[in-house]
């Protein structure tokens, strides 16, 4: 059962813009205590973007405060980012993902999407 599915990747030139989605099932969403967009550039490590808790509270990592904002549709079980001034350096395939439990105070993520392609050319 495939629980969380990304879309809304593609090429853009530096400076536009693009909105991601990920479609949630409703167990997941609703009992999960947190939601997330994570990244991976080729040959690097994946990369926490931004989440959202189950209290509406956003999280940004620095790279992209200011330029990207994370939002969900509860009525349609669906995860948001839309991201704006993207730059090359934000090229990368991203993730959506599902959390539960927490360690640290930190929901830990332990579902994950198929993922969406982001290509930003300069």
């Known amino acids: 059962q495939v629980q969380l599915v990304e879309s809304g990747g593609g090429s853009v030139q530096a400076g536009g813009s693009l909105r991601l989605s990920c479609e949630v099932s409703?167990?997941?969403?609703?009992?999960?205590?947190?939601l997330g967009w994570f990244r991976q550039a080729p040959g690097k490590q994946r990369e926490w973007v931004s989440s959202?808790?189950?209290?509406?509270?956003?999280y940004y990592a620095d790279s992209v405060k200011g330029r990207f904002t994370i939002s969900q549709d509860n009525a349609k079980n669906t995860l948001y980012l839309q991201m704006n001034s993207l730059k090359p350096e934000d090229t990368a395939m991203y993730y959506c993902?599902?959390?539960?439990?927490?360690?640290?105070?930190?929901?830990?993520?332990?579902?994950w999407g198929q993922g969406t392609q982001v290509t930003v050319s300069s």
């Open positions: 993902a599902a959390g539960w439990g927490r360690s640290g105070g930190q929901c830990v993520y332990k579902l």
């Open positions: 409703s167990s997941t969403y609703s009992s999960s205590c947190a």
């Open positions: 959202i808790e189950t209290d509406g509270s956003t």
